[in-house]
């Protein structure tokens, strides 16, 4: 049995997060109530995250990676601990202000596309940007750059039901980018996909991790963490392993190895 530290205690340690730390998290816990039962989510979880980095996590179901996803990116709070993003401590903001900070810094992708159906990949893009101070003309031209940056340009003007499911996943990531994320958060993106196609998304990952973007992404697949620069492994609320990826394949060679659908 592992003692929990106690919360007080890292309290009491003064607060230096590096400059680099885009995510520190201090001694997380996060319980759900259910009716007569509480269960404990996230027991006592502590990581930084740096500028740059691309963090797979992995772990068995139920093994609490949505719950920590969703505190990153600030969908919901802890019960006690700390989470500072890029050194502001938001643990103690209430519903709005983390919805600000989430518009603001936090790009999401979740593994059901969310794509409103009647509308098409251009104006999806452009979502997020209706809460950002900035005109009409800006924020088509944001959009249209995000699409760019996920190869979907020539796409721009299709509904959902007219792409494929990586094409769908790629508008969700051009959505997610659109604001211009210091963090892309990405809970199970490829759990919909194919083989091939998760590869795309992950060459996809990598360009953009390349350019400076922190990434922290959930799979199930060992071959698709792989493609991640270090890898977590949850278990029962608990961070139990954190290593760096030794030999880290490159997604746009993988494809090449990769049968193409018209083969
Ligand atoms: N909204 C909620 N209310 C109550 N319990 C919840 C809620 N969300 C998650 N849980 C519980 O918290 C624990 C962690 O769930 P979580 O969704 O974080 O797991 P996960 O690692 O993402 O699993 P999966 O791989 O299946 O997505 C589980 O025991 C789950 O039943
Ligand atoms: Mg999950």
Redesign the pocket.
């Known amino acids: 049995m592992e003692t929990i530290p106690k919360v007080n205690q890292l309290e009491a340690t003064p607060a230096t997060p590096a400059v680099s730390a885009v995510i520190r998290v201090e001694d997380a816990h996060?319980y759900?109530?259910?009716g007569e039962t509480r269960?404990h989510?996230?027991r006592g979880v502590s990581i930084e995250i740096h500028r740059g980095e691309f963090v797979a996590i992995m772990?068995?179901?139920?093994?609490?990676?949505?719950?920590?996803?969703?505190i990153l990116g600030c969908l919901d709070r802890l019960t006690s601990g700390r989470y500072l993003l890029e050194g502001i401590d938001v643990s103690k903001h209430d519903k709005k202000a983390l919805a600000l900070i989430r518009n603001e810094k936090i790009g999401f992708v979740f593994q059901g596309f969310n794509l409103l159906a009647r509308t098409t990949a251009l104006e999806n893009t452009e979502l997020p940007t209706l809460y950002a101070k900035i005109d009409k003309t800006e924020r088509r031209k944001r959009a249209a750059d995000a699409l760019r940056m996920v190869g979907l340009a020539e796409r721009a003007q299709h509904f959902p039901s007219q792409m494929s499911g990586g094409q769908q996943q790629r508008v969700a990531i051009a959505r997610a980018l659109v604001n211009r994320p210091s963090i892309l958060l990405a809970?199970?993106p490829t759990g919909n996909l194919d083989s091939r196609t998760s590869v795309e998304i992950m060459e996809i990952f990598q360009n953009l991790n390349d350019k400076g973007l922190t990434i922290v992404l959930?799979t199930?697949e060992h071959d698709i963490a792989q493609f991640a620069k270090r890898v977590l492994v949850?278990r029962d609320?608990k961070i139990r392993k954190d290593d760096p990826v030794l030999s880290r394949p490159k997604a746009s060679e993988v494809l090449k190895t990769l049968p193409t659908l018209e083969d």
């Open positions: 996060k759900y109530e259910l269960v989510a996230l772990g068995a179901s139920g093994s609490g990676k949505s719950t920590f996803m969703n809970d199970e959930v199930h949850f609320g």
